[in-house]
């Protein structure tokens, strides 16, 4: 009896066991990298430092941060600060002004530059509607030929100055339908929303192992009634889908935001940078490819119980050297009942 005793005990315990074995395997698994992965109600905050001297700061490891959500510290559970290839997509805004967009197609070259033989990239532009100039591909020449179409765009657009102001605020410059170089806009519509959205939902199938990311060009103007999808619509998709929006503005900053291209990247973990000269497009297009490879990737699982479904969670992130410059997302919506 004692024998059969201790043999239905060890088979108790080896079923206990494997099922414990199954329960952590569902809830925690790790990649060939060794990054931890948990599970659906893991929040990811892209973190990008930078020193005073504006520059990426690298080699920090997951104990100089501190994550917080709504003033309470959580605990960082994964941690990626490998460099990916990129699944990106290139979204130009061809409705803006002819001296804008002149300088933005003289500048693409830089940009194809940045890309990696890893990267797969594909080319989107917009104005009234939004058009698919290539799908996804690690061949330089198909968004080089993409970018062509671009040029042409450029070439027929008038460069004189059809309107005297230039300095005026953007929102009467978006009533008049003047963009900032002057030049009057070519759509009623100016579908940034939509395009947004196709380019995202075209990354939503891309490789969980690549980074995702819009790259998107423009002013950030967004006018008339044909746009479909809705800002706030298109940041839950991006969220759900780990998607970060980078920005290049072809305008100048406003009160120290870039209005919906700011937005997009606040919520998202991106940034955008200033294209309105020459110069600094050009630092743009330099600076915009690298800094998805830079970024830390902090994940945590929320222990905050406060607020309500559809409540805003603020999210804080700091290290242990307070001259760092952090940028990270802003946020995010509670959406479940937990």
Do not use: C
């Not at 206990?16 to 599970?39: E, K």
């Not at 917009?126 to 179409?149: E, R």
């Not at 309105?276 to 929320?302: C, E, M």
Request: charged residues 25%; hydrophobic residues 40%.
């Amino acid at each position: 009896m004692t024998q059969k005793r201790d043999a239905q005990r060890f088979i108790t315990a080896l079923g206990l066991s494997f099922l414990i074995s199954m329960v952590l395997l569902v809830a925690i698994a790790s990649d060939a990298r060794g990054q931890i992965r948990v599970n659906a109600d893991l929040v990811l905050v892209p973190v990008t430092a930078r020193d005073a001297d504006d520059e990426f700061v690298t080699g920090l490891t997951m104990k100089d941060f501190t994550v917080l959500e709504d003033g309470k510290i959580q605990e960082v559970v994964s941690f990626d600060d490998e460099p990916r290839p990129l699944s990106a997509a290139v979204v130009i805004d061809d409705g803006i002004g002819g001296i804008s967009l002149n300088r933005v197609a003289s500048k693409l070259d830089i940009l194809a530059a940045g890309f990696t033989p890893e990267d797969e990239v594909a080319v989107f532009r917009y104005s009234g509607i939004v058009d698919k100039l290539s799908d996804f591909s690690s061949d330089p020449k198909v968004m080089l030929k993409s970018f062509v179409v671009i040029s042409k765009i450029a070439e027929d657009r008038p460069l004189g100055q059809e309107e005297l102001i230039t300095g005026g605020p953007g929102w009467l410059r978006s009533v008049l339908g003047v963009f900032p170089d002057g030049t009057k806009g070519t759509a009623k519509n100016h579908v940034i929303h939509n395009a947004i959205y196709e380019s995202a939902v075209a990354l939503q199938a891309r490789s969980r192992e690549r980074r995702k990311v819009v790259f998107i060009i423009s002013d950030g103007v967004n006018s008339g009634k044909a746009n479909t999808h809705s800002q706030k619509d298109n940041i839950e998709f991006l969220l759900k889908n780990q998607i970060q929006v980078f920005g290049v503005s072809t305008d100048h900053a406003g009160f120290g935001s870039y209005g919906t291209l700011s937005t997009y990247a606040e919520a998202t973990g991106g940034d955008v940078h200033a294209g309105a000269t020459d110069v600094t497009i050009s630092h743009a297009f330099n600076q915009i490819t690298i800094q998805p490879r830079k970024q830390y990737i902090l994940g945590y699982v929320s222990t905050n119980t406060s607020g309500k479904p559809g409540a805003f969670r603020k999210i804080e992130v700091r290290t242990r050297e307070s001259n760092l410059k952090l940028s990270y997302r802003n946020g995010y919506t509670r959406l479940s009942g937990r």
